[in-house]
């Protein structure tokens, strides 16, 4: 059965800080690691990676993604009030298209 | 708004009730999901349907639940009998089948109340 761990569970930050999120996973077929960011209610799409080593950034967010080591990291620079948020980490594997979900990050961030 | 829409956005029930739920994905996906979320954890999958046929289901899937995609495009998940471990967001996301960037596209969730 695929799982998947993150943390820390929660975390408060400052306006201005930089945060790291981690997951990590345990996959039989690794297809893809996806993070979704959930505010009161839909997650909404982030990131999908499905190489090691290669970094995907949009804005003041990134992720890589490391194959061996079974984990991935966001990435949030110069954190804000709006970024406050479950940030929630997911793997597909290649027998199927369900997502396994981690119990998700949450992060507040403070004026 | 074109994205995956869910009606109703809440319900409250009693104990014993059927409650009926459904989800519009993304207008040109075929591909339909159905997950449940229980506070401070993450989705957890149910089911999901390419076009009309449900291709997975999970063994949380009990007997109590059965969801449709009769056209191939909304879907219902209904539960029978409901319990108050039935109460959780339950969140339905969409995509189009392709072959490595398949992203799974989320609605608002309709969260259930079993009283």
């Known amino acids: 059965e695929d799982k998947v761990v993150q943390s820390p569970l929660s975390l408060v930050v400052h306006e201005g800080d930089t945060v790291t999120l981690n997951c990590s996973y345990e996959v039989t077929n690794f297809r893809s690691l996806l993070w979704y960011k959930q505010e009161k209610k839909a997650p909404t799409f982030l990131f999908m990676l499905?190489?090691?080593?290669i970094e995907k950034k949009s804005g003041r967010l990134s992720s890589i993604l490391d194959k061996k080591e079974l984990f991935s990291i966001l990435n949030i620079t110069a954190t804000q009030t709006g970024d406050s948020a479950i940030y929630l980490c997911?793997?597909?594997?290649?027998?199927?298209?369900?997502?396994?979900f981690g119990g998700g990050t949450r992060l507040m961030v403070k004026p | 708004d074109t994205g995956v829409s869910q009606d109703p956005r809440h319900k409250i029930t009693k104990r014993g009730q059927n409650v009926t739920f459904r989800c519009d994905p993304i207008?040109?996906?075929?591909?339909l999901y159905w997950y449940r979320q229980t506070l401070g954890q993450g989705p957890e999958f149910l089911t999901y349907f390419q076009n009309e046929a449900q291709l997975e289901k999970s063994r949380l899937l009990s007997d109590r639940f059965s969801a449709e995609r009769p056209k191939g495009s909304f879907s219902t998940l209904e539960i029978q009998r409901t319990e108050q471990g039935d109460s959780a967001m339950y969140l339905c996301?969409?995509?189009?089948?392709?072959?490595?960037?398949?992203?799974?596209?989320f609605g608002p969730g309709t969260r259930l109340l079993v009283l």
């Open positions: 499905t190489s090691s080593g």
């Open positions: 207008s040109e996906h075929n591909r």
């Open positions: 997911a793997v597909k594997n290649n027998a199927g298209n369900m997502l396994t």
């Open positions: 996301a969409s995509s189009l089948a392709l072959q490595l960037q398949e992203t799974q596209y």
